[in-house]
T-cell receptor, first 114, second 111 residues
Framework: ETGVTQTPRHLVMGMTNKKSLKCEQHLGHNAMYWYKQSAKKPLELMFV???????ENNSVPSRFSPECPNSSHLFLHLHTLQPEDSALYLC?????????????FGPGTRLTVL | GEDVEQSLFLSVREGDSSVINCTYTDSSSTYLYWYKQEPGAGLQLLTY?????DMKQDQRLTVLLNKKDKHLSLRIADTQTGDSAIYFCAESPGNTDKLIFGTGTRLQVFP
């Protein structure tokens, strides 16, 4: 498989559930990102990892917990979410996180919180 | 501050040219990008332009950059129904991790 993959593609969860989103990149990149895309709002950066180290947390609530075990994998652990957290969650990767490197996006996970 | 603005909708007839416009605020942006999002899919990088260029052409796509006015445009020649999607402009301010996206322009192509 090539590029950036995300699983699951769709997820419905209750507010008391715990679930995880998974992202994997097959591009040999060292930086990975989580974005949130809500209807009619600009894409929001959530987290940045560079060489497995978190370099940015964009004031994301603690009910979202990222994990980057290696440069190829990125997880977003979810617990006690709110209905307003329903959105498309996009993962991206780039060679490094220095800003000059193009980011490549996965297809996203469509999350619905009931 | 960082802000990227785009018009929300554009409707064109098949075969015509489409022009999607974007304005950005951060003059330190090194690269500016155009992404395409088809229904149910993630973002697909279409093209990008380095800030010291004023034009870049790639097959049916032409990107124009007016750095003085902080204005970026994407022209799609001979627009096809398969071009119907949301197009996002994004800037990469300075030497940061961030990509700042606009709200996206929904392009609808009708026969």
């Amino acid at each position: 498989e090539t590029g950036v993959t995300q699983t699951p593609r769709h997820l419905v969860m209750g507010m008391t559930n715990k679930k995880s989103l998974k992202c994997e990149q097959h591009l040999g990149h060292n930086a990975m990102y989580w974005y949130k895309q809500s209807a009619k709002k600009p894409l929001e950066l959530m987290f940045v990892y560079n060489f497995k180290e978190q370099t940015e947390n964009n004031s994301v609530p603690s009910r979202f917990s990222p994990e980057c075990p290696n440069s190829s994998h990125l997880f977003l652990h979810l617990h006690t979410l709110q209905p307003e957290d329903s959105a498309l969650y996009l993962c991206a990767s780039s060679q490094t996180s220095g800003g000059a490197d193009t980011q490549y996006f996965g297809p996203g996970t469509r999350l619905t919180v009931l | 501050g960082e802000d990227v603005e785009q018009s929300l909708f554009l409707s064109v007839r098949e075969g015509d040219s489409s022009v999607i416009n974007c304005t950005y605020t951060d003059s330190s942006s090194t690269y500016l990008y155009w992404y395409k999002q088809e229904p149910g899919a993630g973002l697909q990088l279409l093209t990008y332009i380095f800030s010291n260029m004023d034009m870049k052409q790639d097959q049916r796509l032409t990107v124009l950059l007016n750095k003085k006015d902080k204005h970026l445009s994407l022209r799609i020649a001979d627009t096809q129904t398969g071009d119907s999607a949301i197009y996002f402009c994004a800037e990469s301010p300075g030497n940061t991790d961030k990509l700042i996206f606009g709200t996206g322009t929904r392009l609808q192509v009708f026969p």
